[in-house]
């Protein structure tokens, strides 16, 4: 797969978010912050529906998948960036720089499909109440899932098809603090005009597609319940409004990065921070503080830890003591 013929670059160097010092100071420690409260936060949602019996249920199922893909999209690129902060050795080798790609877009390709799915849970949640249980049955929510992560990995799988073998024989810097398709194919030493517009293409139909069927999805949703009362279209834009949230912030950055025909590098660095630092924090935060269950939940969950964790502090404590009392 990483095979590559003609090619002289063996690595990529990365220009970062900037140049001056200070600003790579704050950087670094605005993404360390952020990139623990990621790890923290979305852990956190999955241990709860993992652990919590109350929270065994097909929209928690889908939220719990949705932190870990969040969780993994972050662990990707921010790491690295930190590292490359701290180190000031920013470079990532050919093959790194290919399965960085490969994974992104796997993961972003997974996420919009699940996106999908957690709308269809909600469509089913509201609109069809008595069937919810037997629509959303475990194996269809596994169905689901399953879905997703092939979707997400054919869409990768196809577009590295066409550029993995480009030929690389000069200039190896990217702007930015991590790998994508736009940015390597401008480096290859072709003509890249029909590549470019290959990737605009693949992507662009998949968040466009997935983006739009999430818009309808929401409207028919709303049309219905509102046909029904006024009280229950209050109630429909209230749970509906943490997910359409998430969606406008996880699909605006890739319509406009893939879509948008005058790319400015400012801007796109801008949005790829709220991509990988920024929506990852707000899906755990907006899904638990609004979600009586959850943070029921993970005061459990909190609450049962520091209790385990003190009982097993006491039974050290009894060992040492037992084996100071031999000895001494």
């Not at 509201?126 to 054919?154: D, E, Q």
């Amino acid at each position: 797969m990483y095979e590559r013929n003609d090619t002289s670059v063996s690595e990529f160097v990365f220009l970062g978010l900037s140049a001056s010092r200070p600003v790579q100071h704050f950087l670094l420690a605005f993404s360390t912050v952020f990139y623990v409260t990621i790890v923290l936060g979305n852990l956190l949602v999955v241990f709860a529906v993992t652990f919590d019996p109350h929270l065994h249920s097909p929209m928690y199922f889908l939220l719990a998948n949705l932190s870990s893909i969040d969780l993994f999209l972050s662990t990707l690129t921010v790491p690295k960036m930190i590292s490359d902060l701290y180190s000031g050795h920013k470079t990532i080798s050919f093959q790194g720089c290919v399965i960085q790609i490969f994974v992104l877009h796997t993961l972003g390709g997974s996420e919009m499909v699940l996106l999908t799915a957690m709308a269809f849970d909600r469509y089913v949640a509201i609109c069809k109440p008595l069937h919810y249980l037997t629509i959303m049955s475990p194996r269809v929510c596994l169905l689901l899932l399953c879905g997703a992560w092939a979707i997400g990995l054919i869409h990768s799988v196809v577009q590295l098809a066409f550029v993995i073998h480009l030929p690389f024989c000069g200039p190896n810097e990217i702007d930015s603090f991590y790998c994508d398709l736009p940015w390597f194919i401008k480096l290859a030493c072709i003509d890249s005009y029909r590549m470019e517009f290959m990737v605009t293409a693949n992507s662009g139909f998949i968040s466009m597609g997935t983006f739009f069927l999430l818009i309808i999805s929401y409207v028919f949703i709303l049309v219905t319940v509102w046909k029904r009362s006024s009280d229950g279209l209050r109630k429909a834009l209230s749970t509906l409004s943490a997910h359409i949230t998430v969606v406008v912030l996880f699909f605006g950055p890739c319509i406009f990065v893939y879509m948008w025909p005058f790319p400015t590098v400012t801007v796109d660095k801008f949005l790829a921070i709220l991509d990988f630092l920024v929506t990852p924090i707000l899906n755990p935060a907006i899904y638990t503080l609004r979600n009586k269950d959850m943070k029921t939940a993970m005061r459990r969950l909190v609450t049962h830890g520091s209790t385990a964790y003190f009982k097993q502090l006491h039974e050290i404590q009894v060992v040492i003591y037992k084996f100071g009392a031999v000895f001494f």
